[in-house]
């Protein structure tokens, strides 16, 4: 008996799809967002803090018609899953930075979802000097930009929705497939992490990943209404050595060749390393299922 699909943690049976049709045949003049947001409304998808889950409902359709299983009116405007966010105007790239750590502390943390207004200049960062192509975060995500005791920008960190497949993962934390789907909203992808290319500061980049998985939990806490317990990202193999993650004790993990990164663009998934790191105030065996 083949397995009904899951596509963004729902399980798509044929009363799902016939519901999302009738929908679309009931309401034509209805934009991709209004149906996203009916749908939310109807099956009660909000996260913990009660907000709506729309940008995954909008990434839900998005899969359906790629599939071809439906079709979906034209958009109407360039926003929404895989597009740009609007970025703010940088200035040139600044004189070489190259002090101790020492001298830039405290560090200041600004910290908000990657889609609110303020991270336009977070976002551009991203865009403008990370390897990888970053266009927009969907669902559940923080973003820290990091600065001296100065204000000048350092560091972005981004951290959103975890891999929902991996078989290393799967296999250290002993989960079933329903436990997965249970409780896959605790662990969280370390999806981008970048030191602005003219910041020379030894060990800055370990203390930031540090001082970040210390209050990560809280912030989550804080900002959706439910912790994370497992923090995990991907390296490349071919390009990085990981040595700054093994540093931090986390363990380091194979992914399998069906792995895909969260937000990896053309990363290539086969030359990855997955690291896992947990937090440590929680108990892993209520708080992420079968552990034990």
């Known amino acids: 008996m083949v397995s009904a699909p899951i596509i963004q943690g729902r399980i798509v049976t044929p009363e799902i799809l016939a519901q999302v049709r009738g929908l679309i045949a009931a309401q034509p003049d209805w934009s991709r967002r209004r149906l996203a947001l009916e749908l939310c409304r109807q099956w009660q ?17 998005d899969k359906l018609e790629a599939r071809g299983w439906i079709q979906l009116p034209l958009r109407q405007r360039r926003r929404g899953p895989g597009f740009a966010p609007r970025l703010a105007a940088l200035p040139p790239p600044q004189a070489e ?21 303020q991270a336009r200049r977070f976002n ?19 973003g820290y930009l990091v600065q001296d005791r100065q204000g000048r920008d350092l560091a972005c960190a981004l951290f959103s929705a975890a891999a929902w497949k991996t078989q290393p993962r799967d296999t250290f934390l002993g989960w079933t497939a329903n436990e997965r789907q249970a409780h896959l909203g605790r662990v969280v992808n370390n999806s981008r992490f970048l030191i602005l290319p003219w910041v020379r500061v030894p060990e800055l980049a370990s203390h930031i990943l540090g001082r970040v998985a210390r209050r990560l939990a809280s912030d989550w806490q804080a900002q959706y209404g439910h912790p994370v317990v497992l923090l995990e990202t991907f390296v490349e193999r071919e390009r990085f050595r990981g040595w700054l993650l093994s540093r931090r004790q986390l363990d380091l993990r194979r992914p399998d060749p069906g792995t895909h990164p969260p937000g990896s663009g053309a990363a290539n998934p086969s030359t990855s390393e997955g690291y896992l790191g947990r937090n440590r105030s929680q108990p892993w065996s209520t708080e992420v299922g079968k552990i034990n």
């Open 45 to 61: 998808w909000h996260n913990a803090a009660g907000q709506i889950k729309d940008m995954a409902a909008r990434s839900f359709l």
């Open 124 to 142: 551009a960062y991203l865009a403008r000097y990370h390897y990888l192509p970053y266009r927009s975060a969907v669902g559940e995500n923080l």
């Open 97 to 117: 930075l190259k002090v101790s750590l020492a001298q830039l502390r405290p560090l200041q943390w600004q910290v908000f979802s990657a889609r609110q207004p």
